[in-house]
C-alpha cells in the first residue's frame, strides 16, 4: 500500500516532465509539489510503517531493497513468515 503511493508519485512526476511543455507554468508547479509530496510522502511512510513485529527495527527500505525477498530481519533474524501469518 505505502509502495502504491510511491508509484504513483513517480508515475505522476515521469507523467509530468513528458507534459511540462504543454502546460501553463502555474499548473505545471502545482502538480509537481504534489506529485513531489506524495512520493515523499510514501517513502516516509514506507520507511516508518514496515517494522519488525519483534523488535519494531524499522524495514521499509530493507524490503524495498531487496525486492521484496526480505523473509528474516536485520536485525534481531526472526523469521516473517512464521511471525507475520
Ligand atoms: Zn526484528
Known amino acids: ?3 502504491t503511493l510511491v508509484a504513483v508519485g513517480f508515475s505522476a512526476l515521469i507523467l509530468l516532465a513528458y507534459t511540462e511543455k504543454y502546460m501553463a ?5 502545482t502538480l509537481l509539489y504534489n506529485a513531489l509530496a506524495l512520493f515523499l510522502a510514501g517513502n516516509i ?3 516508518i510503517g ?3 513485529p519483534k ?6 527500505y ?4 531487496s525486492a521484496g525477498k526480505a523473509y528474516q530481519c536485520p536485525r534481531c533474524r526472526v523469521n516473517f513468515d512464521e511471525e507475520m501469518s
Do not use: D, E
Open 25 to 29: 507554468p502555474g499548473l505545471f508547479r
Open 62 to 65: 530493507h524490503i524495498v531493497f
Open 50 to 52: 514496515i517494522r519488525c
Open 45 to 47: 511512510l514506507m520507511y
Open 1 to 3: 500500500m505505502y509502495l
Open 55 to 60: 523488535c519494531k527495527a524499522t524495514l521499509g
